[in-house]
C-alpha cells in the first residue's frame, strides 16, 4: 500500500525470530565512535555467537582498513543467510510505533515506515517533499553505495522530521491497544527500546489523513509565510544513507532504459524512523568548530575582510572568559555573535546585517572559504565546550563555539534558507542514535 500524496509506503518490515536476543540484535549506527575501536570491538565480544545487526552494516571506524571488499562480501553473506535460515522474518504491511528511552531522556517517540525517494532531492534549492537538512556530501557517497548496492536487505539508522506541533501523526497511536513487538535494553548506554505493531487499516488511513493534513498547500503556506512546493519531511540523522539509497534508485532506473518498468521496485522507498520535531524527548546538541595550523593575526584579518566585502561588517573583541564571552554573544539586539578562543585568549566577534538565518551558517561560509584558500589549514566539528577550549588553547589553533539551533525554527530556516551547513546540529548526544533493528528486501 502506497500513499502516494505524502510519499509513504506501508512497508514488509523483517524482524528477528522469537527467541533471539534483541540486546544482542541491535547495535548503534554505523556513523557513531569512529574514533574508538575499543567500542566496536566490546560490541564484537558482547554479540559473539549470537545473531546481531553488527554482522550486517559496516561501522565506519573501520572504512579505511584494507579489507573493505572481504567486509562488504561478509555482510551480504550474512543478510542472505539470515533471509534462508529464518532468522529474519517478513511481518504482515505495517508500521512500527517506537518508544526509545536514553541516559538523557525518558521517551523519545517514532514510526517506522518506508518513504518514496523519487520524492526526495538533496541537491541546493530542492523544492522536494523530502529535503535534506544539511549539505549533502557528495564524496561521502561511493563507500556506502559500495554497501548497499548488492545488499539483499536495508536496515536503517535513518530519523526524518515532521513538523506537527499538535502531535496529530505519531502520538495519537499511544491510545490504542497495540500488540507488543520487542521490549528490551539496548547494549553499551544505549536505554530501552520498544516497539507495537501498527497494521489496523484504519489506523493506517489515520497516520496518512494526518500527513497529508500537513501536506495541505494552503496551510503549509501560512505555516511558513512562504509559496513554493511543499516540504513534509526533514532529514535528521542519516542523510547520507538516505541519500545512498537515492542514488542506487537512480542507478537503478538509469539501468531499466524504461524507468516505468522498475517502478513497483523495493529499492524504490528506503525505510525510516519519523519523529516529530516538536517530541520532547528530541534535543538538538550543538556541534563546534577547531581550525588547527592557523595564524591567529592572519584568521582575523581575513575574517574582517571577508565580511566587509559582503557589506556585513565583523567586530572581534577580547573577553575576559568564555562566560563573558557567551554573556555579549546573547546580549546582541542584532546580527550574529560567536564565542571565540584564539591565541589563548577568549573573544567574541559580532557580525552586523548578516546573509543568513543562522550563526552557524555565517560562521561556516567564512571557515568554507578560509579553508579554501589556506589549504595547509584544517578544521573538525566538536562536541562540548572544554573540548574546544582544550584544543582552541593550542598554538596555531582557533576555536568557535556555537549555540544549538532550536529545534522549533529548524523547519522554518530549511525553507526560507534550504540546507543548512553540514554539521550545524546533532539529534541527541551519541548514545541516543538510532539503534539498526528493523528491515526491509530491497532486491526483487
Known sequence: MVFERVGVQVPRILLPKQGTDMS??????????????????????????????????????????????????????????????????????????????????DSRKGLVLALDLEQYDYNKGAQSLIRA???????RLPPRIRVREN?????????????????????????????????????????????????????????????EALAEPAAYRKKYQVDGAVMLYAMGDGNHSFATAKA?????????????????HPARYALVELVNVHDPGLEFEAIHRVLFNVNCV???????????????????????????????????????????????????????EPEYTLAVATLQA????????????????????????????????IGFYLPAISKHDLFKTIVLDGALPRKTFSMGEADEKRFYLECRKIRE
Request: with cysteine; charged share 25%.
Open 248 to 264: 542506487i534508485w537512480e542507478q537503478l532506473k538509469k539501468d531499466a532504459g524504461d524507468p516505468s518498468r522498475v517502478m513497483n
Open 298 to 352: 592572519h584568521l582575523k584579518q581575513q575574517m574582517e575582510i571577508f565580511f566587509a566585502e559582503r557589506k556585513t561588517p565583523a567586530v572581534l573583541e577580547i573577553c575576559v572568559d568564555l562566560a563573558e564571552a557567551e554573556q555579549r554573544a546573547k546580549e546582541l539586539d542584532h546580527g550574529h555573535a560567536f564565542p571565540m578562543i584564539l591565541g589563548g585568549k577568549f573573544a567574541v566577534c559580532t557580525v552586523a
Open 133 to 139: 537538512t544539511e549539505g549533502t556530501i557528495l564524496e
Open 24 to 105: 544482542h540484535w541491535a547495535i548503534i549506527a554505523c556513523d557513531q565512535y569512529t574514533s574508538d575501536r575499543s567500542y566496536w570491538q566490546r560490541l564484537e565480544d558482547q554479540t559473539a555467537g549470537s545473531p546481531s545487526t553488527l554482522k550486517l552494516v559496516f561501522p565506519e571506524v573501520y572504512l579505511e582498513d584494507d579489507d573493505a571488499d572481504q567486509r562488504i562480501e561478509q555482510i551480504n553473506q550474512t543478510m542472505e543467510e539470515y533471509l534462508a535460515d529464518g532468522t529474519l522474518e517478513e511481518q504482515p504491511p505495517g508500521f512500527i510505533l517506537v518508544d526509545r528511552k536514553t541516559s538523557e531522556v
Open 366 to 397: 567564512f571557515l568554507d572559504d578560509y579553508l579554501q584558500k589556506n589549504t595547509s589549514a584544517r578544521i573538525d566539528y566538536i562536541h562540548g565546550e572544554k573540548a574546544v577550549t582544550d584544543l582552541g588553547s593550542q598554538t596555531g589553533c
Open 151 to 211: 545488499a539483499p536487505i536495508e536496515l536503517p539508522h535513518i530519523m526524518v522530521l515532521i513538523d506537527d506541533p499538535q502531535k496529530t501523526v505519531i502520538e495519537p497511536l499511544f491510545n490504542h491497544n497495540l500488540e507488543t513487538l520487542y521490549d528490551f535494553d539496548l547494549l553499551e548506554s544505549g536505554g530501552h527500546l520498544k516497539g507495537y505493531r501498527v497494521d489496523q487499516g484504519e489506523l493506517i488511513e489515520q497516520v496518512a489523513a494526518a500527513l
